[in-house]
């Protein structure tokens, strides 16, 4: 049996994985954290990390930023491999985590799903082929209102996918109101959009001459997301210290 530390465990995804691992026979969560404590749970809950001794096999993180400093030192010092979800990380932070992932195994992810894992692999191959023949390259990512951060990490990491396969020669351009100029050959238009109760929809669009191929993935429920971490922490249980990625998990 593999034992979760969920952190976040009452937040929306924190609940989701909660549900899900409760259904599974291999996985269940012996500890939770979370600053926001009402709620029931049917395992201990701590507001602060430092404070459980609860042993566990790995970490399953769904939380925000501030929660991350705590969480990566705790592991470290426990041993402990990390589930890293928990998006819109500083510069200095994502520095941390590439260095405590030189001592513990950390598996970080902009998207926990199988399909935009898929997706991003795609992205490589077109851009490959169609940014070389002139075509334009903008995505566009649609949230639910709730969301802190834009645009998503999801977002940043499908750019990054197209931009590492043109050798990084492509900027990213996030807000065209300020200035009053045609579009560059060489850049990456994201834009982010919030309303409602949209889960995530992001859109890869390669605008060319006279034609437009587009790549979009849309989430209809979060347990798409829950399930893909779940996998990801049985992968983790027993690895070696370094990054790792959904690509490695799922074989792409």
Same mark, same amino acid.
């Given at each position: 049996?593999?034992?979760?530390?969920?952190?976040?465990?009452?937040?929306?995804?924190?609940?989701?994985?909660? &549900?899900?691992?409760?259904?599974?026979?291999?996985?269940?969560?012996?500890?939770?954290?979370?600053?926001?404590?009402?709620?029931?749970?049917?395992?201990?809950?701590?507001?602060?990390?430092?404070?459980?001794?609860?042993?566990?096999?790995?970490?399953?993180?769904?939380?925000? &930023?501030?929660?991350?400093?705590?969480?990566?030192?705790?592991?470290?010092?426990?041993?402990?491999?990390v589930v890293l979800c928990t998006t819109g990380l500083s510069k200095e932070q994502l520095e941390k985590v590439t260095e405590v992932s030189k001592k513990i195994a950390v598996l970080k992810s902009?998207?926990?799903?199988?399909?935009?894992?898929?997706?991003?692999?795609?992205?490589?191959?077109?851009?490959?082929?169609?940014?070389?023949?002139?075509?334009?390259?903008?995505?566009?990512?649609?949230?639910?209102?709730?969301?802190?951060?834009?645009?998503?990490?999801?977002?940043?990491?499908?750019?990054?996918?197209?931009?590492?396969?043109?050798?990084? &020669?492509?900027?990213?351009?996030?807000? *065209?109101?300020?200035?009053?100029?045609? *579009?560059?050959?060489?850049?990456?238009?994201?834009?982010?959009? *919030?309303?409602?109760?949209?889960?995530?929809?992001?859109?890869?669009?390669?605008?060319?001459?006279?034609?437009?191929?587009?790549?979009?993935?849309?989430?209809?429920?979060?347990?798409?997301?829950?399930?893909?971490?779940?996998?990801?922490?049985?992968?983790?249980?027993?690895?070696?210290? *370094?990054?790792?990625?959904?690509?490695?998990?799922?074989?792409?």
């Open positions: 049996m593999i034992k979760v530390l969920m952190h976040g465990c009452n937040g929306k995804m924190g609940r989701m994985v909660t &549900a899900l691992i409760e259904q599974d026979k291999e996985m269940e969560i012996v500890a939770g954290i979370d600053s926001y404590m009402d709620t029931t749970n049917s395992y201990p809950v701590f507001q602060e990390i430092e404070a459980c001794t609860i042993s566990a096999d790995v970490v399953i993180d769904f939380s925000n &930023a501030k929660a991350v400093d705590a969480l990566l030192a705790y592991c470290v010092t426990r041993n402990l491999p902009a998207n926990m799903s199988l399909g935009i894992n898929l997706l991003m692999k795609l992205l490589k191959d077109a851009s490959k082929v169609l940014a070389p023949s002139g075509y334009d390259v903008e995505i566009i990512e649609k949230h639910h209102n709730q969301k802190l951060d834009a645009p998503s990490g999801t977002a940043l990491a499908l750019a990054d996918c197209v931009n590492e396969s043109l050798e990084e &020669a492509y900027t990213y351009v996030y807000d *065209r109101s300020q200035k009053r100029e045609k *579009r560059g050959k060489k850049e990456i238009g994201i834009s982010a959009v *919030r309303g409602g109760t949209i889960v995530g929809e992001h859109e890869v669009i390669f605008a060319g001459l006279d034609e437009v191929i587009e790549l979009k993935h849309t989430a209809y429920s979060r347990s798409v997301f829950g399930k893909g971490a779940m996998e990801a922490a049985r992968f983790l249980v027993g690895k070696e210290a *370094r990054m790792y990625d959904m690509s490695d998990v799922i074989g792409l």
